[in-house]
């Protein structure tokens, strides 16, 4: 399946640090979706990068993808207390998106 | 941005009873419809696609007969759970395909469901 598995499973920072969070997957892909959670709540789409794409940016967000590696990885730049969520990644191909476990995130003030 | 709206945010019924989640698009039309379950401090599991006017496709060891699915427009989805019982409480989330040239999925904000 195309099941993205995010690691660490949790992540507690202080504000202003940097959050890396890694997710690796088993198949293909079309591209592969970063999403934020917060408690109870629905999803958010953070941003979208293709399979021949090795880097994006967007805001304080960077994303990077290695299809050799099967594996993706988001970086948070200066955290605030306010991105304490839930982060999940969706390796996506052909229609077919599922999730991993998620990163909870946790940003001190 | 595309909008999804899902209602209800939360609803507690009594074993035995069914209970109708809706999913609309509402500035966009979807095609494609995902609905997930969510247990809690877990991941969103995929239960079933749902394509406008035609069958859903669901997810092994989903019950179809259990969980409905209709896609009968191309704005909105229901998923509707039928004889519920106290197992079937969690959290429920609906995804649209992002509409021509969209990138990612939208998400409905979800429904608690609680079955006592």
């Known amino acids: 399946s195309q099941q993205g598995e995010e690691d660490p499973q949790a992540l507690s920072i202080q504000e202003g640090e940097n959050a890396t969070m890694n997710c690796s997957y088993k198949?293909?892909?079309?591209?592969l979706q970063w999403y934020r959670q917060n408690s109870g709540r629905g999803l958010v789409h953070l941003i979208l990068?293709?399979?021949?794409?090795r880097e994006k940016h967007s805001g304080r967000l960077r994303v990077t993808l290695d299809t050799s590696k099967k594996s993706s990885s988001l970086l948070i730049t200066a955290s605030r207390a306010a991105d304490t969520a839930s982060y999940f990644c969706?390796?996506?191909?052909?229609?077919?998106?599922?999730f991993g476990a998620g990163t909870r995130l946790t940003v001190k003030p | 941005g595309a909008v999804v709206s899902q209602h209800p945010s939360w609803v507690i019924c009594k074993s035995g009873t069914s209970v109708k989640i809706e999913c609309r698009s509402l500035d966009f039309q979807a095609t494609t419809m995902f609905w997930y379950r969510q247990f809690p401090k877990q991941s969103l599991m995929l239960m079933a696609t749902s394509n406008e006017g035609s069958k859903a496709t669901y997810e092994q060891g989903v019950e179809k007969d259990k969980f409905l699915i209709n896609h009968a427009s191309l704005t909105l989805s229901t998923l509707t759970v039928t004889s519920a019982h106290p197992e079937d409480s969690s959290f429920y989330i609906c995804?649209?395909?992002?509409?021509?040239?969209?990138?990612?999925?939208?998400f409905g904000s979800g429904t608690r469901l609680t079955v006592v």
């Open positions: 990068i293709r399979s021949n794409e």
């Open positions: 198949t293909s892909i079309n591209n």
């Open positions: 995804s649209a395909s992002p509409p021509t040239g969209g990138l990612g999925y939208t």
């Open positions: 969706a390796p996506y191909n052909n229609n077919d998106m599922r």
